[in-house]
């Protein structure tokens, strides 16, 4: 005489992270401010201390304008 086995499944163990998500962008946003910060840094000509609104190009070194200055 034998017995039946019932297989027992484990459905319905579902994973969601609704929070990762959240702390993610979170983390994503101070380091959003920190490459703005960074950024800020690599933009101000160190010519004419000006917020050049571009990141200075290091072949000039500084702005377009003093390294080409209208005459
Ligand atoms: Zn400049």
Do not use: W
């Not at 499944?9 to 990762?20: C, D, E, I, K, V």
């Not at 000509?45 to 390294?67: E, F, K, N």
Request: aromatic fraction near 6%; include cysteine; charged fraction near 20%.
């Amino acid at each position: 005489m034998s017995t039946p086995q019932s297989p027992v499944s484990f459905y319905g163990a579902t994973t969601h992270l609704p929070h990762a998500q959240e702390n993610q962008s979170r983390e994503h946003q101070r380091v959003r401010a920190e490459e703005t910060k960074a950024n800020t840094a690599r933009r101000t000509c160190p010519h004419c201390r000006t917020d050049a609104g571009y990141v200075i190009p290091p072949s000039l070194g500084m702005c377009v304008p003093c390294a080409y200055p209208e005459p």
